[in-house]
Nanobody
């Protein structure tokens, strides 16, 4: 079954930028939908951005205008999250969710990549 892998997290100063990537191993079927979520300890997982099968993207209120989700036009299982004007409150572990309607159909999560924004 697909294995979802995130990358690109790290430490950045407030006002800076990071670009997260997410891809799947063990499959080459094009994803039907995808999402980025984040979580801090003792809090619920929060929606950052999600893309539906038509390519429409919904953003969480706290990241609108600063973050942008996109998919790779050449790699069928890859999505990105461009994060600009980062704030300390963006500090969290960021998780990627990829979904397929063919092949190993279903919803799959990565293990997360940590993002720390210093003030």
């Amino acid at each position: 079954q697909p294995q979802v892998v995130e990358s690109g997290g790290g430490l950045v100063q407030a006002g800076g930028s990071l670009r997260l990537s997410c891809s799947a191993l063990h499959t080459n079927f094009r994803i039907s939908a995808a999402g980025w979520y984040r979580q801090v300890p003792d809090n619920m997982r929060e929606l950052v951005a999600r893309m539906d099968s038509r390519g429409s993207i919904l953003y969480g209120d706290s990241v609108k205008g600063r973050f942008a989700m996109s998919r790779d036009n050449t790699e069928p299982t890859t999505v990105y999250l461009q994060m600009d004007r980062l704030k300390p409150e963006d500090t969290a572990t960021y998780y990627c969710n990829l979904q397929w309607e063919v092949g190993a159909a279903g919803s799959y999560w990565g293990r997360g990549t940590p993002v720390t924004v210093s003030s």
